[in-house]
């Protein structure tokens, strides 16, 4: 099999490239990837193993047509990472979320469509749904995002499914709550923190902390992707949730404790502009007829992502602190990136 994977040299989809080629999914050991990334700032090279023989890098931007042509001709299916991922950017300026994630899903479905490509599969978020006061969101819960990226994401997500209605691409959608683990851009809530910490820098909190997020490793995010790419029904949408719950306010206190700081450390700020209060996944269809279930206990995980910051300074001060200004604050939610 040869896939195409856009973002790949992003948090996740990185992730995925990675556990691929080492053989952590079944029936891929001789599956070879093209990565297709951009390189913004949330994107490094670094992330990927340069020197696999399976592994082709190809910097560039799935909303260049010609490149898409060029480049998709050979490969039997197409794995969606690409997106600009971070709600506080999206607050300050909307425009490059409509036009990656919109525009550019559009552009790369049409070239899949010219070139053959028939497999699909896009890689989407829970806060495409809103927010929930109570229960858990299945698949076929109305779609009422609250911020200009989770728009951006509810909009790529319709026009992947219009491919698969109109044309008849096979099109598979994942929404996966929040992700955390190694190798995430500090920009995000949990690498922000820790990475304040082992500064000696406070950490700001949004108002009382109160917000509920589900928190999902990124590992079991990327196993749920390979069973979705294998076995996923054309035109099912399946959520991939952390089958736990947590106000920001416990995770603050729990990286406190990691790092060894206390509540002195915290430094309240205001608001979100539409912060969401409540994210919460019904994963019932992916356990049932894909096998799904995270492995990983949180505890163990979040232990495990602040040894990692900790143990790789190199990497993270470099995605925090680079040389050129990107120009916009570093803030918040472990969304997908």
Request: proline fraction near 6%.
């Given at each position: 099999m040869r896939l195409l994977v856009t973002g790949g040299a992003g948090f996740i989809g990185s992730h995925f490239v990675r556990t691929l080629l080492d053989g952590g999914y079944p029936g891929h050991d001789t599956t070879t990837?093209?990565?297709?990334?951009?390189?913004?700032?949330?994107?490094?090279?670094?992330?990927?193993?340069?020197?696999?023989?399976?592994?082709?890098?190809?910097?560039?931007d799935i909303c260049d047509p010609e490149l898409l042509h060029t480049l998709l001709p050979g490969h039997d299916a197409v794995v969606h990472f690409a997106a600009e991922s971070h709600v506080d950017r999206s607050l300050a300026s909307a425009t490059p979320f409509i036009?990656?994630?919109?525009?550019?899903?559009?552009?790369?479905?049409?070239?899949?469509?010219?070139?053959?490509?028939?497999?699909?599969?896009?890689?989407?978020?829970?806060?495409v749904y809103g927010s929930i006061t109570h229960?858990?969101?299945?698949?076929?819960?109305?779609?009422?995002?609250?911020?200009?990226?989770?728009?951006?994401?509810?909009?790529?997500?319709?026009?992947?499914?219009?491919?698969?209605?109109?044309?008849?691409?096979?099109?598979?959608?994942?929404?996966?709550?929040?992700?955390?683990?190694?190798?995430?851009?500090?920009?995000?809530?949990?690498?922000?923190?820790?990475?304040?910490?082992?500064?000696?820098?406070?950490?700001?909190?949004?108002?009382?902390?109160?917000?509920?997020r589900e928190w999902l490793h990124v590992d079991d995010h990327c196993r749920a992707l390979a069973l979705v790419l294998d076995g996923g029904r054309p035109g099912e949408i399946y959520n991939i949730?952390?089958?736990?719950?947590?106000?920001?306010?416990?995770?603050?206190?729990?990286?406190?404790?990691?790092?060894?700081?206390?509540?002195?450390?915290?430094?309240?700020?205001?608001d979100r502009k539409g912060h969401d209060l409540r994210y919460a996944l019904d994963e019932t269809k992916i356990r049932e007829e894909l096998g799904y279930a995270p492995r990983i206990p949180f505890e163990q995980g979040l232990a495990g992502t602040v040894a990692w910051y900790r143990d790789n300074p190199g990497w993270w001060k470099a995605a925090k602190h680079p040389s050129s200004d990107h120009s916009a604050p570093l803030h918040r939610e472990g969304t997908p990136s």
């Open positions: 990837v093209t990565v297709l990334d951009k390189l913004t700032y949330a994107g490094n090279r670094d992330n990927l193993p340069a020197r696999d023989p399976r592994l082709t890098f190809v910097r560039g036009t990656t994630n919109v525009a550019g899903t559009q552009i790369l479905l049409d070239a899949c469509l010219a070139t053959g490509v028939n497999r699909f599969l896009h890689v989407s978020t829970d806060e229960g858990s969101w299945t698949e076929e819960w109305p779609l009422a995002p609250n911020s200009p990226y989770a728009a951006s994401k509810a909009s790529s997500d319709l026009i992947a499914r219009a491919y698969w209605r109109t044309h008849g691409l096979n099109v598979s959608i994942t929404r996966c709550s929040n992700n955390y683990g190694p190798h995430q851009h500090p920009e995000k809530l949990i690498p922000l923190f820790v990475t304040n910490l082992l500064e000696g820098r406070p950490v700001p909190l949004y108002g009382d902390g109160a917000n509920i949730g952390g089958g736990n719950e947590q106000t920001n306010r416990h995770i603050t206190e729990r990286l406190l404790d990691l790092c060894g700081a206390d509540t002195s450390m915290i430094r309240k700020v205001a």
